[in-house]
């Protein structure tokens, strides 16, 4: 079965600070990794993807990500974090062996602070 | 490219009562997903269709869940008998069966209360 742990609930940062989200996986077969935004009382937004290839993934809005295959994580990362970065993340997964359903992570509260 | 919608945004309702979701998919977009979530969790994975075939499910879509994709173009899901536990966040998501393209667009999603 395929899992994906956010260990931090919540993470704050203030402005021009560089921001990063956690996340580590679990999947039998190869991963297909997701980082999705979801500001209130809207729906998730997707940012980024790693597939295949260079283990930096660039996205939307200055995100990027790190694939690291030995230690099963894909932590989100920006340098310098704004105050509108501040919203819930998650992180999913896709195990192109098990179907195409993604399996989230727990999220993790992200507040930049001016 | 209008997005996912879903309607409507907001379900109150009483237990016992059946209630009806709609999700309209980005147009070009031949798989759709319908996920449920909690306060404070992360989506849940409730069942996907490609065009109008339900190809999976998953075991928290009891028997009184059905969904439906009739023409493979919107999607309906409805819970018979709603419980309290039902209450939750319906998202609906929809994905291109394009290689390299595996992102799901998420729909703001409907929000149901249970009294």
């Known amino acids: 079965a395929q899992s994906v742990a956010q260990p931090e609930d919540q993470v704050n940062v203030a402005e021009g600070n560089p921001l990063t989200v956690k996340c580590t996986y679990s999947?039998?077969?190869?991963?297909?990794l997701f980082w999705y935004v979801q500001y209130p009382n809207r729906g998730l937004q997707f940012l980024l993807k790693?597939?295949?290839?260079?283990?930096l993934v660039k996205g939307s809005y200055g995100f990027e990500a790190e694939f690291n295959k030995s230690q099963t994580s894909f932590h989100l990362k920006k340098p310098s974090a704004l105050v509108s970065d501040s919203a819930l993340y998650f992180c999913?997964?896709?195990?192109?062996?098990?179907?195409?359903?993604?399996?989230f992570g727990g999220g993790t509260r992200v507040l930049v602070k001016p | 490219d209008t997005g996912v919608s879903q309607n409507p945004r907001h379900k109150i309702t009483k237990r016992g009562q059946n209630v009806t979701f709609r999700c309209d998919p980005i147009?070009?977009?031949?798989?759709l997903y319908w996920y449920r979530q909690t306060l404070g969790q992360g989506p849940e994975f409730l069942t996907y269709?490609?065009?109008?075939?339900?190809?999976?499910k998953s075991r928290l879509l009891s028997d009184r869940f059905s969904a439906e994709r009739p023409k493979g173009s919107f999607s309906t899901l409805e819970i018979q008998r709603t419980e309290q536990g039902d209450s939750a966040m319906y998202l609906c998501?929809?994905?291109?069966?394009?290689?390299?393209?595996?992102?799901?667009?998420f729909g703001p999603g409907t929000r149901l209360t249970v009294t």
């Open positions: 269709f490609q065009n109008e075939a339900q190809l999976e």
């Open positions: 999913a997964v896709r195990d192109w062996a098990a179907g195409n359903k993604l399996t």
């Open positions: 999947v039998s077969g190869n991963p297909y």
């Open positions: 790693y597939i295949t290839g260079d283990n």
């Open positions: 147009s070009e977009h031949n798989r």
């Open positions: 998501a929809s994905s291109l069966a394009l290689s390299g393209s595996y992102e799901q667009y």
